[in-house]
């Protein structure tokens, strides 16, 4: 069993050599009640409990013997509000398409819009559902979800109203995120500005006050929003009480020093970086969420420089970046595999990234991404004998039982 607990006790999302400590139990228990996890140890001393011993024909117990069990990952970046895959778009780039190049021929996130704007909000949520219940069964409990794909008032709005009816379905814990700043819409091209004043003056206030989003996003590159314009919704956002996280880096370069008083919970790509906020990154909680499963669907050489970052002491979270246009997986352990073999990460720093940091990058490592007394009973069971193992076997999924929120899920 992988706690994910830190002996030395350290507090803050794990940097460095932290990230190789994965506090294993062999032969390990767990007892979780009402949903939350209550001990932890060995299953000798679980066996001698009294308090387990008198209720045990009342608890439900899950013979892990031979296998790993590991916290639920925590995908802390998905967008998964879209209505059909991008197959033109998935020729074109096989073809040598660059991203600009579909987005200039009407392709790329433009081309999600109609579909997502013309939908119901229940069809809307069956599909989010059927991506939430399959991210389950490849060992994910806890999802941060977007919106974006929608880029009116109505339609985003709608959008997160789908994850919150597909939250109230699914027994994992869902953690809404509005991104009406995904792109600017054809219907704005040349007035951006009055784009983010919507997104500023309607989008934020309503969302926040009906409590549809915990966070704001904002995808700011080349093609997107300009730093100033990601300044001004995280302003908005602050007004509100959402925190804020953002896209950057995956283009182009941007300084993310003029954002720190906003005090992101993520940067999420980071492919580009410059050397001086690395310095500064590596000083506070902001998460560095890579996703890799984005630079290989698009067939790029590079990949962030997830060595760079561990080095200097930046916390490094993965996630899928779900996705129809540019990462169309729900594994983590794809995300994973593809950090150790693309990324130079080791197998067990890739576990804490997509468990504890996963956590901390969406500021709920109080109660996700460890498996510690106290924090919620989200498990993932893996039929491998080895954690190395679930990067190795790339493409298949051997994740065979799930709890959520003590809710168990079998997936054979
Ligand atoms: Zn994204």
């Given at each position: 069993?992988?706690?994910?607990?830190?002996?030395?006790?350290?507090?803050?999302?794990?940097?460095?050599?932290?990230?190789?400590?994965?506090?294993?139990?062999?032969?390990?228990?767990?007892?979780?009640?009402?949903?939350?996890?209550?001990?932890?140890?060995?299953?000798?001393?679980?066996?001698?409990?009294p308090w387990i011993r008198k209720h045990r024909k009342q608890l439900t117990e899950i013979d892990c013997a031979g296998k790993v069990v590991i916290p639920g990952f925590v995908d802390s970046h998905t967008h998964p509000v879209f209505v059909s895959p991008r197959l033109v778009d998935f020729e074109k780039h096989i073809e040598g398409a660059?991203?600009?190049?579909?987005?200039?021929?009407?392709?790329?996130?433009?081309?999600?819009?109609?579909?997502?704007?013309?939908?119901?909000?229940?069809?809307?949520?069956?599909?989010?559902?059927?991506?939430?219940?399959?991210?389950?069964?490849?060992?994910?409990?806890?999802?941060?979800?977007?919106?974006?794909?929608?880029?009116?008032?109505?339609?985003?709005?709608?959008?997160?109203?789908?994850?919150?009816?597909?939250?109230?379905?699914?027994?994992?814990?869902?953690?809404?995120?509005?991104?009406?700043?995904?792109?600017?819409?054809?219907?704005?091209?040349?007035?951006?500005?009055?784009?983010?004043?919507?997104?500023?003056?309607?989008?934020?206030?309503?969302?926040?006050?009906?409590?549809?989003?915990?966070?704001?996003?904002?995808?700011?590159?080349?093609?997107?929003?300009?730093?100033?314009?990601?300044?001004?919704?995280?302003?908005?956002?602050?007004?509100?009480?959402?925190?804020?996280?953002?896209?950057?880096?995956?283009?182009?370069?941007?300084?993310?020093?003029?954002?720190?008083?906003?005090?992101?919970?993520?940067?999420?790509?980071?492919?580009?970086?410059?050397?001086?906020?690395?310095?500064?990154?590596?000083?506070?909680?902001?998460?560095?969420?890579?996703?890799?499963?984005?630079?290989?669907?698009?067939?790029?050489?590079?990949?962030?420089?997830?060595?760079?970052?561990?080095?200097?002491?930046?916390?490094?979270?993965?996630?899928?970046?779900?996705?129809?246009?540019?990462?169309?997986?729900?594994?983590?352990?794809?995300?994973?595999?593809?950090?150790?073999?693309?990324?130079?990460?080791?197998?067990?720093?890739?576990?804490?990234?997509?468990?504890?940091?996963?956590?901390?990058?969406?500021?709920?490592?109080?109660?996700?991404?460890?498996?510690?007394?106290?924090?919620?009973?989200?498990?993932?069971?893996?039929?491998?004998?080895?954690?190395?193992?679930?990067?190795?076997?790339?493409?298949?999924?051997?994740?065979?039982?799930?709890?959520?929120?003590?809710?168990?899920?079998?997936?054979?």
């Amino acid at each position: 069993m992988l706690t994910l607990r830190l002996a030395s006790g350290k507090l803050g999302p794990r940097r460095g050599s932290d990230l190789n400590e994965l506090g294993i139990i062999e032969d390990g228990a767990v007892l979780c009640l009402g949903g939350k996890i209550v001990s932890v140890g060995t299953t000798k001393d679980a066996l001698r409990d009294p308090w387990i011993r008198k209720h045990r024909k009342q608890l439900t117990e899950i013979d892990c013997a031979g296998k790993v069990v590991i916290p639920g990952f925590v995908d802390s970046h998905t967008h998964p509000v879209f209505v059909s895959p991008r197959l033109v778009d998935f020729e074109k780039h096989i073809e040598g398409a660059s991203y600009e190049q579909i987005a200039d021929a009407g392709g790329g996130i433009r081309s999600s819009l109609e579909g997502v704007r013309n939908a119901k909000t229940a069809a809307l949520t069956e599909r989010i559902l059927i991506a939430f219940k399959d991210m389950a069964a490849h060992g994910t409990t806890t999802v941060e979800a977007k919106s974006g794909y929608g880029l009116t008032i109505e339609s985003e709005l709608k959008s997160l109203e789908a994850i919150r009816a597909a939250a109230h379905r699914w027994p994992g814990t869902v953690v809404p995120t509005l991104l009406g700043a995904h792109v600017v819409p054809i219907e704005f091209q040349g007035c951006s500005q009055k784009y983010v004043e919507i997104v500023c003056n309607e989008m934020i206030p309503r969302a926040a006050r009906r409590n549809l989003a915990q966070f704001v996003d904002v995808f700011c590159d080349k093609g997107a929003f300009t730093p100033e314009e990601t300044g001004q919704i995280f302003a908005a956002a602050m007004e509100h009480r959402l925190s804020v996280r953002a896209h950057m880096g995956q283009l182009s370069e941007t300084a993310l020093a003029p954002f720190l008083r906003y005090k992101p919970a993520s940067f999420d790509h980071m492919d580009h970086v410059n050397s001086e906020d690395v310095q500064h990154l590596a000083k506070l909680d902001t998460v560095a969420t890579l996703v890799p499963g984005a630079n290989y669907f698009l067939g790029l050489k590079t990949y962030s420089d997830a060595r760079r970052f561990i080095e200097a002491g930046v916390p490094v979270a993965l996630a899928t970046d779900y996705n129809p246009g540019t990462s169309p997986t729900i594994s983590m352990p794809m995300a994973m595999s593809l950090a150790c073999t693309q990324m130079k990460m080791s197998p067990a720093e890739v576990i804490a990234a997509a468990t504890i940091n996963g956590a901390w990058a969406l500021r709920m490592a109080d109660r996700k991404g460890s498996i510690e007394p106290g924090k919620d009973a989200d498990l993932a069971v893996f039929e491998v004998e080895d954690y190395r193992e679930i990067p190795y076997w790339f493409g298949a999924n051997h994740c065979q039982i799930t709890v959520l929120n003590g809710v168990i899920a079998a997936h054979d």
